[in-house]
Nanobody, 118 residues
Framework: VQLQASGGGLVQAGGSLRLSCATS????????MGWFRQAPGKEREFVAA???????YYADSVKGRFTVSRDNAKNTVYLQMNNLKPEDTAVYYC?????????????WGQGTLVTVSS
């Protein structure tokens, strides 16, 4: 399974970005897909996830601002990020969990950088 994240960039506070993660594999619909981020000098943290049955989960810090979704026909998961804040600045990674539930993640993408200016 290979994952390719894209869509990062520089945005002003209050702006929006949509990240995409294109995934190889014939059974994408059975995977749970997650988004994580790592800010400079900090540990990687969970952001959002969507299970194989499209249950969604969010970190408290992004609830109400970020939306995770998936398009199984395109083998792609998205992260719509609205009302971005400087503290959202990080490298964002997508990950695939073969259990379908999002409890564990088996494959990781290379990351895409999001920079939010104040």
């Amino acid at each position: 399974v290979q994952l390719q994240a894209s869509g990062g960039g520089l945005v002003q506070a209050g702006g929006s970005l949509r990240l995409s993660c294109a995934t190889s594999g014939r059974t994408f619909s059975s995977y749970a897909m997650g988004w994580f981020r790592q800010a400079p000098g900090k540990e990687r943290e969970f952001v959002a996830a969507i299970s194989r049955v499209t249950s969604t989960y969010y970190a408290d810090s992004v609830k109400g601002r970020f939306t995770v979704s998936r398009d199984n026909a395109k083998n792609t998961v998205y992260l719509q990020m609205n009302n971005l804040k400087p503290e959202d600045t990080a490298v964002y990674y997508c990950a695939a969990g073969l259990d379908g539930l999002g409890k564990e993640y088996d494959y990781w993408g290379q990351g895409t950088l999001v920079t939010v200016s104040s």
